[in-house]
């Protein structure tokens, strides 16, 4: 075949892109075979479902993701930062029908963290935006704060907020208050409360239980999730303060963020990912050529 297969292999999703030799993207598929579905086995069969039907020759794939970690296909070494977001060499699988080329995610040492993916989300931002300088927010189930700087990500934190709540949401005693009902008022009222006093979350948390078995069913979810959001803003104040903030995403998550980023005084804009990721697994694929 000509042009080449563009993938974003993550925890829950797969997604994938034909591409031409020009980038352009000629069709597309997703799935929900994450690296959680497979357990650590069938990565080609699962791959060649969505996009055997493209390759006529042994094709080249570029894949960004959890498809590099431990878990997946083939573990793929972190690069230290201070670094720019693409570098360094990737990971190689062969097979018969496919030439998989991982992209290396990072890492840093003090304090301890890591992400495999990001890295491509924030090389493609800055394929359309070279001269950027200031934090980008990717929202998520850890959410990163990234440091970007003369084409380098400095620092970056993770925040587990959207696993967080994602376990109290199902798993806590707090998981029958909580419904499907949903207000941006709730939200907003949460963030705000955190943004003051992100050391009364716990008991704002117990508050969430106590007021679904005194006053019946409410907004709980939301003001759940702006309570968590909000505390994540506040422990992330030395990020985006004063600087530049880019929210990278789609949905009603990114919306969240920058709404509660403004809550906290700061101005925001937002990109989607989709784009960007697409940008970033192009920028690799000229790495290679």
């Known amino acids: 075949m000509s042009g080449w ?14 591409m031409s030799d020009a980038n352009d993207v000629l069709d597309a598929a997703e799935s929900d075979d994450g690296i959680s579905t497979l357990g650590g086995t069938g990565f080609e069969a699962a791959l060649l479902a969505l996009a055997g039907d493209w390759i006529e020759d042994p094709a080249p794939v570029v894949a960004c993701g959890m498809i590099g970690s431990r ?11 201070p670094a720019t977001p693409l570098g360094g060499p990737m ?24 992400m495999r993916g990001e890295e491509t989300q924030i090389a493609g931002f800055l394929s359309l935006d070279d001269g950027f300088d200031g934090v980008l927010v990717l929202p ?23 696993e967080l709540f994602a376990l109290l949401r199902t798993r806590s005693t707090l998981a029958p ?15 705000a409360e955190m943004i003051s006093h992100p050391e009364r979350l716990a008991a704002k948390l117990f ?11 409410g907004p709980a979810a939301a003001t759940l999730s702006g309570l968590l959001t909000g505390s ?58």
Do not use: C, N
């Not at 878990?71 to 930062?81: C, F, I, L, N």
């Not at 097979?95 to 890591?114: F, M």
């Not at 508050?207 to 069913?217: D, N, S």
């Open 5 to 18: 297969i563009a993938v974003d292999w993550g925890t829950s999703r797969l997604r994938v892109w034909r």
């Open 71 to 81: 878990q997946g296909w083939a573990e793929t070494a972190y690069r230290p930062v």
């Open 91 to 114: 990971t190689r699988v062969s097979g018969d029908r496919l030439s998989l080329a991982i992209i290396p995610g990072l890492s840093q040492a003090a304090p301890p963290d890591v």
């Open 140 to 162: 998520g189930t850890h959410t990163k704060w990234v440091h970007v700087s003369a084409g380098e990500i400095v620092s970056f934190r993770s925040f587990m907020t959207g």
């Open 177 to 191: 208050a909580l419904g499907e009902q949903w207000s941006d008022a709730a939200f907003d009222e949460g963030v």
């Open 207 to 217: 508050g969430l239980r106590a007021g679904h078995l005194l006053e019946g069913p």
């Open 232 to 289: 994540e803003i506040a422990a992330a104040k030395s990020y985006w303060l004063g600087r530049r903030v880019v929210v990278l995403g789609d949905g009603q998550l990114t919306e969240g963020y920058t709404r509660a980023l403004g809550a906290a005084g700061t101005p925001v804009e937002s990109a989607p990912s989709s784009d960007i990721t697409l940008a970033g697994l192009a920028a690799a694929r000229g790495l290679e050529t």
